[in-house]
Every structure is written in C-alpha cells, then in structure tokens.
C-alpha cells in the first residue's frame, strides 16, 4: 500500500468534537491523510490510521456487507468501537469512537465529497435532479446560497454518512434476525441542514431503522479546500 501521509486538519478535529462530545463517548477522532485513492489492505483487515501527533492502530475487517469493524488484539470484534472510512481522490478519512456503556450512539459515518463533482454541466443537473428531492435542491440552495457546488456535495456526503451510519446496528441486529433489510443511500432524505432521517423516500427505509433501534441520525459538515466532509450519528433517542 502506497505511504500514507497524516494531514493536520483543525476542521476536521472541530467536525468530531462537535458531532461527539456530547454522545457519551471515551475517545473519537477523525483523521485526514493523502497519498492513496482508497485505504486498501482489506485483504489483511491491518489498517494503520496516520495521524499528525501518532498512528492510529485500527484492526479494521470488513463483513459481507462491505460495512467495516474493528477487532481487538484477541481477534475479537471490539463492541464498544465504531469506525467508518472514505475516500476521495487522493484524500482519505477516517472517523473512530470508542463509547462509554449508556451512550445513545449506535453507528457513525463519514463522507469525502468533492465540490467539482456538482459544477453547471448539464450532465451533473440531471444528476443532481435525479439524486436530490425538491425540498432537499430547496435546502441546498437556502443553505448553502453563495456556492452550489459545495452544498451539493455537502448533501450528498450527508445522504452518504448517513446510510454508512446505520452499518454498525444493522450488524448488531443480523446476530439474532435472519430477515433481510433493504434500503438505500438514495432512501435518506436531508430534512435540514443538520439532520437526516431515513423516511421520507422509501417506507422499506423508515420501518428497517424502526428495526435496528435507530430513532435519528444527525450529521455534521465542514468544508476543507474544495472538499466537503460530513459524519453522521445514528443514535437510540
């Protein structure tokens, strides 16, 4: 795997105080690094996670749902840890929080979305008609006034981390159900600009978070360079 180098991000570090400080949880973080167009080594399931002050050691496997975990030394997965991974072009994140028992949090995500994805071809406004609802083209516009292109991909970072979010309780809940749940990414619908739920689209949606115990999921953005980055908080209340 190519080297990886730690980025120092003052965003990125504000993005998970603020989406985690008040979640009851021991540690978390997000890291940035370049250098990679993905995080690979899912062959070994030995993810180093660089980061500016240290590196991160993060047994990372991932299920048949591509959806990644972490293991412990002894080779079991460590229950009381999250993780969730995402790339864009040269830039990769990883977002990590170890809870305390009692925590609402019952998943996370994190999103990489780059803003000259959404620019004013005519191919990306069919896109971005075919992606976004009215209302949710209507937020982005309110929001995000004096530049579309980044609250576009904002948005779909946020529809992103969302969906990645529910991984976590959908892996608890396939433990002791053998029902198959479906839904998808294009499921969640961004209600504001610092929530997401997965109901308005898709009924399936709404009655599979009624299933695995998720109540909402929030998320937060921030912007580096021409890059959004999102995470998401699926919780129990």
Known sequence: MPRLEPVESPAADALAH???????????????????????????????????DTTLQLGILHDEREAPYVVGSDGHEAEQTLVSLTDEGETLACAWVRTR???????IGIDLASSSDFDDRPFTQRFIELVFSDAE???VRTTWPDNLTIGYAAAFGAKEAAFKATAAPLRNWYRSHDEKLSYEVRHFCLVSE??????????????????????????????????????AAALVE
């Open 137 to 139: 083209r209507e937020l």
């Open 18 to 52: 603020a989406a985690f400080d008040s979640l009851g949880c021991e540690d978390f973080g997000i890291a940035i690094a370049r250098g990679a167009s993905s995080w690979g080594t899912r062959e070994t399931g030995a993810i180093e996670i660089p980061r500016a």
């Open 194 to 231: 610092h929530e997401a739920k997965g109901i308005m689209r898709n009924a399936a949606a709404q009655r599979a978070m009624e299933k695995i115990g998720v109540r909402r999921i929030v998320v937060h953005y921030t912007q580096m360079d021409d890059l959004a980055l999102v995470v």
């Open 101 to 107: 028992p009692g925590s609402p949090l019952l998943g």
